[in-house]
């Protein structure tokens, strides 16, 4: 039992490339959500699943695009990175609402 | 839209000194969770609250929930320097985010011999 895997861990990118971020859980658990952690800000959410093929936005959607195709996966793209895209990007998953929550070990991704 | 303050921010302690983290916020919610973050690592569960009144202990650290005030707490007791990391509260979101976690910005705290 893997709980919530993220990769890659580390990713420096150039400002404008585009990559995905991968999430995959093996609970079978229907609430995803990915979160980005900033120095003094804590942790905001970026967009959520509440199952396969819904996704919601979350307080700082904007620069980021996700889909949710199977229970498993839960990517998130960023299109164009820029340097306001460095942080630290956490996904979660739960069985359903306010159930608790499996964090995964985090991507720290840095945007030059 | 639900905010959740936590104070303070930053807090350095004497090793055996007792302190209280705060937790206000804004919009009803009956679930709140405390997490514990080590630099560089992931959250760390600690507690969950699940009802107006609970109190969950696990040695040096407790926390109390009030739904009605809209508050929790983390108290430490004696504290050691092990307990150095940052503390985060969450707050179940039952109505923008349906059911996500919406978090403080974190007490950083400090543990000196």
């Known amino acids: 039992n893997a709980g919530v895997t993220q990769t890659p861990k580390f990713q420096v990118l150039k400002t404008g490339q585009s990559m995905t971020l991968q999430c995959a859980q093996d609970?079978?658990?229907?609430?995803m959500s990915w979160y980005r952690q900033d120095p003094g800000m804590g942790l905001r959410l970026i967009h959520y699943?509440?199952?396969?093929?819904?996704?919601d936005q979350g307080e700082v959607p904007n620069g980021y695009n996700v889909s949710r195709s199977t229970t498993e996966d839960f990517p998130l793209r960023l299109l164009s990175a820029a340097p306001s895209q460095t942080s630290v990007y956490f996904c979660?998953?739960?069985?359903?609402?306010?159930?608790?929550?499996?964090f995964g070990s985090g991507t720290r991704l840095t945007v030059v | 839209e639900l905010k959740v303050e936590q104070n303070p921010l930053f807090l350095s302690m004497q090793e055996g000194k007792n302190y209280t983290i705060y937790c206000n916020y804004s919009?009803?919610?009956?679930?709140l969770y405390w997490y514990r973050q080590d630099p560089g690592k992931s959250l760390e569960s600690l507690f969950v609250l699940l009802s107006n009144g609970a109190v969950k202990q696990e040695g040096r650290l407790m926390a109390s929930l009030d739904t009605k005030a809209r508050l929790s707490t983390l108290h430490i007791t004696a504290a050691v320097h092990d307990l150095s990391a940052t503390y985060f509260c969450a707050v179940v979101d039952y109505g923008g985010s349906q059911g996500n976690l919406i978090f403080g910005k974190g007490t950083k705290l400090s543990v000196k011999p």
């Open positions: 699943s509440v199952g396969a093929g819904i996704t």
């Open positions: 919009t009803t919610s009956d679930r």
């Open positions: 609970m079978n658990h229907e609430y």
């Open positions: 979660a998953s739960s069985y359903r609402a306010s159930y608790g929550y499996t």
